[in-house]
């Protein structure tokens, strides 16, 4: 199947989506508007900014089995988030500002931290995830009796929204100016270097998009462990379509996953909410058993 | 470009020892030795990619093509080859070298569905198109059938008309026949100088603990056997 039927074929299956998610059941107009819109218009957003943060910490990083939660940044800036909420709570309204914000800082931090001192893919990720341990465990303390609820689109408000949609247009920027450097990724440090290629700074505000959009993600539906990573591989493997190429099929993938996670979560069983993380994750998981099977098959 | 007891220890053992010598602004300098001897690891610190001890003077440009090289994502040939600046002072040399090594049959192909050769003529494009004082070549011609090893070969005695390439080769009869410079390493020193003086009987003999035959052709000119 070439490149584009696949884009085809996956932005109507979304278009399909999205539509049963706003019609379904007849809302009223009240609840299309503030309850279901945002809602699916989250959906989208978090689905594209989920895969292309992943897609950017893989590429930055040369290492194609990582993504921002494995990093420990997901939890990081989500213990973040957590915390001042508990101490601010009339800061919620913001909290995906909030969690950008700390995406930034999370980064910051490690890129002068584990990312200098931890060059091998392997030891970055045995790393990454003691941190995302830590601070997912911290979380949970933190939040153990404050009835602390994130983790779920039903709580999107229309604040939500304009917010991540800021936070999008930002990174969209950085994104523009520096996309025309990724080619340098495809070679290794030594020779980019050679040809005058400040790696160090286009990675650094790469991945201070990335971790902002992350960040401003995890604020809303909590961290999503290995979904960037396995979005990202489904069209890794086949090893002919480079960064560009799988750009638009890992984010059209991430969008219609995010926007069937947020259906199910709403009416399996309804009328609880079932968290969208965890829908997320349910549904992702078996795409990373197929990869498998395919990688032996491979092999 | 000049260097001065340049000293490079990997732990506690003592790889090179005090190497001094100098590299002209243009020519071919061939770098001989047994395997593991350090040939790899003087040429990465001479282009400052490894700690050293000692001095480099009048540090020139360059730039350092390792043993083995790899990619990291999918990109195309031209892609690639495109990273390089289209500025180099020799008007036609950028042509010259994809004529030669065939780069035009492989435009538009996707890096890793080439094969070992195939990439490896990609990669010696990418270094010899790149205007820098100094290419170094660490073992270009592994994986290069006869026929472009050969022009390899002569598109460095073209370039090295403007520049000065360093390669390491383990082909004798090459270092010979192509170089303005041999440096043989030995367990202790740097040996510079011309082939004839270099690579001779006693040396070889010593250096690779095996007996190199030394012949000549009818037309006088040496070559090595083993
Ligand atoms: N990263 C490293 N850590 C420890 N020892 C190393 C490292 N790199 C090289 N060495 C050692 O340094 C010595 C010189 O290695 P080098 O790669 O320079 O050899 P070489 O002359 O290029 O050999 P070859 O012909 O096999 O390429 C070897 O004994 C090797 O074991
Ligand atoms: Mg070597």
Same mark, same amino acid.
């Given at each position: 199947m070439s490149k584009k039927k696949g884009q085809y074929i996956l932005s109507a299956i979304i278009i399909l989506v999205v539509i049963v998610s706003l019609g379904i059941g007849r809302p009223t107009s009240t609840i299309l508007w503030q309850l279901r819109m945002p809602r699916v218009i989250a959906a989208i957003l978090i689905g594209a900014m989920l895969a292309w943060s992943a897609l950017i910490f893989q590429t930055t990083l040369r290492a194609n089995y990582l993504d921002g939660s494995m990093l420990g940044l997901a939890n990081g800036s989500e213990f973040a988030v957590a915390t001042s909420l508990v101490l601010l709570p009339n800061l919620a309204p913001y909290r995906v500002l909030l969690g950008a914000f700390f995406g930034i800082l999370v980064v910051s931090i490690l890129r002068y931290s584990v990312l200098s001192i931890f060059k091998q893919p392997l030891l970055l990720i045995l790393v990454g995830l003691s941190l995302a341990m830590f601070f997912n465990a911290a979380t949970t303390i933190i939040t153990a009796n404050n009835g602390f609820i994130g983790? =779920? *689109? =039903?709580? #999107? &408000?229309w604040i939500d929204v304009v917010s991540l949609f800021i936070i999008m247009l930002i990174g969209w920027l950085i994104w523009c100016w /520096? =996309?025309?450097? *990724? &080619? /340098?990724?495809? #070679?290794?440090s030594l020779q980019g270097k050679q040809l005058g290629f400040n790696e160090s700074k286009v990675s650094f505000w790469l991945q201070i998009m990335a971790a902002m959009w992350l960040g401003a993600v995890t604020a809303i539906i909590g961290t999503v462990f290995f979904v960037g990573l396995v979005w990202v591989q489904i069209f890794t493997l086949t090893k002919a379509l480079s960064l560009k190429e799988r750009l638009g099929l890992t984010t059209l993938t991430g969008i219609l996953l995010t926007v069937l996670a947020d259906l199910l979560a709403h009416w399996v069983m309804a009328p609880d909410e079932l968290p969208t993380n965890a829908v997320l994750l349910i549904i992702s998981a078996p795409l990373l058993i197929w990869i498998m099977v395919r990688w032996r098959n491979e092999i | 470009m000049k260097f001065k007891n340049i000293k490079i220890k990997q732990g506690q053992k003592v790889i090179i020892n005090e190497y001094s010598g100098t590299i002209p602004t243009t020519g071919i300098i061939s770098v001989v030795g047994p395997n593991g001897i350090g040939k790899t690891t003087l040429l990465k610190a001479l282009a400052g990619l490894i700690p050293y001890e000692g001095v480099i003077l009048d540090q020139a440009t360059l730039t350092y093509l390792p043993q083995k090289n790899r990619f990291y994502d999918a990109i195309k040939v031209d892609e690639f080859l495109g990273? %390089?600046?289209? !500025?180099?002072?020799?008007?036609?040399w950028r042509k010259q070298v994809f004529k030669q090594l065939d780069i035009a049959d492989l435009q538009?192909? !996707? %890096? !890793?569905?080439?094969s070992g050769g195939q990439q490896q003529r990609v990669w010696l494009a990418f270094s010899l198109i790149q205007s820098k004082s100094i290419l170094m070549l660490d073992?270009?011609?592994?994986?290069?059938?006869l026929k472009y090893q050969q022009r390899f070969l002569s598109l460095i005695s073209t370039a090295s008309q403007f520049c000065t390439i360093i390669q390491i080769v383990h082909d004798l009869n090459i270092a010979n026949q192509y170089s303005d410079i041999v440096w043989l390493l030995t367990v202790k020193t740097l040996l510079a100088g011309t082939p004839t003086q270099v690579l001779t009987a006693t040396n070889l003999n010593i250096v690779f603990a095996t007996t190199v035959k030394i012949h000549r052709t009818s037309a006088g000119q040496r070559w090595f056997s083993v």
């Open positions: 983790k =779920s *689109l =039903s709580t #999107i &408000t /520096y =996309s025309d450097k *990724l &080619t /340098y990724y495809a #070679i290794p | 990273l %390089v600046p289209t !500025n180099h002072p020799q008007a036609g538009g192909k !996707n %890096v !890793n569905t080439l073992e270009p011609l592994t994986y290069l059938d």
